[in-house]
Each structure stands twice: as C-alpha cells, then as structure tokens.
C-alpha cells in the first residue's frame, strides 16, 4: 500500500489529502461510438503525436529543398548615400550614391550541396519512419483500449459473480467447522479465496475506467469532462488516508 502512494506521489507530488474510493455503481457501457474503426480514425487525425510527427516528416521535406537551393545562383543589392558637411568654405562638401548589384552563381563547390542534399533525403525518410511507426503504436493503444473496456464489462459481471461464490463457499465452510464437518484450516482457505476475488472483482472495475481514459489518451480527447466522469463515480464519504510517512 505504501508502495502504491508512492508511486501516485511520483505523478502528482506531496499528498495530504484522503483519496475517495470507487463506489458501488459503476454503469458498465461500451464505448460510444461501438466502432473500432471509427475510433482508429479518429486517432490517426487527431492524436498529438501523429500530428507532430506529422510536422516533422514536412519540415524533413522542405529541407531537401532548402539544401537542393544550394545550387540555384543568388543576388544581392546594396544602396547607399553619403553626406557629408565640414563647415569650410570651398569644395569641402561632398555628396554622393551608389546602387550596387551582386550575382553569385555556384558551378561546383566540392560536392558539399549533394552531400547536404543526401543527407536530407536520409532525413526525411527517418520521418517517414517514424510518422509510420508512431501511426502504429496509436492504432495498437487505441483497439487495445477499446478491446480492454469491452473485456473488462464481462470481466466485471463474471468476477462479480465470482465474490458471490466465494462468499457463499465461506459461509458454508464455516457452518461445517460449527458441526466438526470442517477444520480451521478450511475456513481459512476459503477466507483467502474471498480475499482474492474480492481484490480480482475491484481490480476489474478500475481497468474498465483506466481503459477508458486510455482510449481518450490515445485520440487526444481526454479533456475535463471525461475526468469529471470518472470523478462522478467515486465515493467521498468512503476515503483512504494517506500514510503518516
């Protein structure tokens, strides 16, 4: 338990807060729209990440032109006035003007414009790659978020249904310890068991709202709202504390 604060202090600093549990009500729905595809595209338009890997592949490309001008002729224009004044009474004032004009054209300059050229190219292909790799690693988080809230709906309902069992296995194993039918040992394992599908049936609960938060993440439509959603299903009159130390 400490071990799990500490790591929620990583994320969001100091806590001296309690934090509130999730309640018992938890509407269990499939994400809306109930279309993996649409929300793949969604994300390949609208995720972050794509997007500025996006810019970049571009940026990439713009630079091969940049280097390519290196062989185009370039001109330069220079204007001036001069005026000057020194008081005396003859031929001592002098103005003047000028307009310069300057072309400079490349014929070869050692191949550094190809190498630089090149090199962009290498460039842009590796923003390539990697617009393509970031594409993947979306669409991946995307259909694993959207196939994890919908697992995690029948993961809830059986992992429910699975307390029940467990509660009822108790119930009855200490009925057979009262008639010497059970030994201690017994209940005790049957005490585990509800332990663990009690730990198995909330743990469920909370991958069902983190798997929705990541389908957000992923198509970059977490926002205030879909937090407050969240929040709504959190109970503040049942809290943790947070340790002492």
């Excluded at 269990?28 to 810019?55: C, K, S």
């Excluded at 259909?143 to 009822?168: H, P, T």
């Excluded at 509800?194 to 983190?210: K, N």
Aim: proline share 4%; aromatic share 6%.
């Amino acid at each position: 338990m400490d071990n799990r604060w500490e790591a929620l202090r990583k994320i969001v600093g100091p806590i001296n807060v309690p934090l509130a549990r999730l309640g018992e009500k938890l509407p269990l729905a499939p994400p809306e729209p109930n279309d993996i595809n649409q929300w793949v595209d969604a994300a390949l338009q609208g995720n972050y990440a794509i997007i500025a890997a996006a810019q970049a592949a571009e940026a990439a490309k713009k630079g091969i032109e940049i280097q390519k001008s290196g062989h185009y002729p370039t001109v330069a224009a220079s204007a001036g006035y001069n005026w000057t004044r020194s008081g005396a009474e003859f031929n001592t004032d002098l103005d003047g003007a000028y307009v310069g004009l300057q072309v400079i054209v490349p014929i070869y300059e050692g191949g550094a414009v190809v190498s630089r050229t090149r090199q962009a190219g290498y460039q842009l292909r590796a923003a390539q790659d990697q617009l393509d790799q970031q594409r993947r690693t979306v669409t991946q988080s995307v259909k694993d978020a959207f196939r994890g809230i919908i697992s995690s709906i029948s993961d809830v309902q059986a992992r429910q249904a699975a307390v029940v069992s467990a509660r009822s296995n108790l119930e009855s194993t200490q009925a057979g310890l009262e008639v010497g039918t059970r030994t201690q040992v017994d209940v005790l394992n049957a005490q585990r068991a509800l332990f663990q599908a009690e730990f198995d049936y909330l743990s469920s609960r909370y991958d069902y709202i983190i798997n929705g938060v990541k389908l957000h993440q992923a198509t970059s439509t977490l926002n205030r709202d879909v937090l407050a959603k969240g929040n709504a299903w959190l109970t503040a009159q049942d809290p943790v504390a947070p340790p002492a130390n």
